[in-house]
């Protein structure tokens, strides 16, 4: 069975992920973490996140599966396109990244084996929270918190 793993970057104080469809940070640590550890595995994310925030560009050494109500197709490497979540979900690879947006983290929380989060330091404006995770810390341990200046990197485990 696969691991899966939710990854996000959250704002501490009010949840925001998201502004206008980007990042409301500029967290080049971060960016390279998510990338260490995605590389050479499956990226699971929502349309809009794929049309917004990847400008419809997979992620390189991923495999790049999005998630649409509609009926999508794409000529390029790397990506597919599934209906569901439990459709992304039915895979046989080794790790399968949730990595977002808000409604996707939502659907999955359930799911998850872990979370990867970059928590943010700070207020941030912003019209997409993911605020759900808090709620359902009790099935979590926190593993892992390394503190950076201005914001921390933590792993839960269920
Ligand atoms: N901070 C972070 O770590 C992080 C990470 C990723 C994204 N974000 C931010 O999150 C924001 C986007 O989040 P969002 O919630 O608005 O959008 P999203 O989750 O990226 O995409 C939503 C779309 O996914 C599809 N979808 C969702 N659930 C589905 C289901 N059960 N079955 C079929 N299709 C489903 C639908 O596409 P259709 O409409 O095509 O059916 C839906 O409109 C952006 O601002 C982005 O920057 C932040």
Redesign the pocket.
């Known amino acids: 069975m696969s691991e899966i793993i939710l990854?996000?970057?959250?704002a501490q104080t009010n949840g925001v992920?998201?502004?206008?469809?980007?990042?409301p940070w500029s967290i080049p640590e971060d960016l390279k973490r998510f990338r260490q550890l995605t590389l050479n595995h499956t990226v699971i994310?929502?349309?809009?996140?794929?049309e917004?925030?990847l400008q419809k560009r997979p992620l390189n050494q991923r495999t790049n599966v999005i998630?649409?109500?509609?009926s999508l197709t794409s000529n390029l490497p790397n990506v597919e396109f599934v209906?569901?979540?439990s459709e992304a979900f039915d895979r046989s690879d080794e790790k399968l990244f949730v990595?977002?947006?808000?409604?996707?983290y939502r659907?999955a929380l359930e799911f998850v084996d872990r979370m990867e989060l970059t928590i943010v330091e700070g207020d941030y404006n912003?019209?997409?929270y993911f605020l759900e995770w808090r709620d359902r810390l009790d099935e979590f341990q926190l593993v892992r918190s390394e503190q950076r200046n201005g914001y921390r990197f933590e792993t839960y485990c269920r």
């Open positions: 990854i996000a970057a959250i992920i998201g502004d206008r469809g980007k990042l994310m929502g349309r809009k996140t794929w917004f925030d998630v649409s109500s509609q209906r569901s979540l990595m977002g947006g808000a409604s996707i659907q912003g019209d997409v």
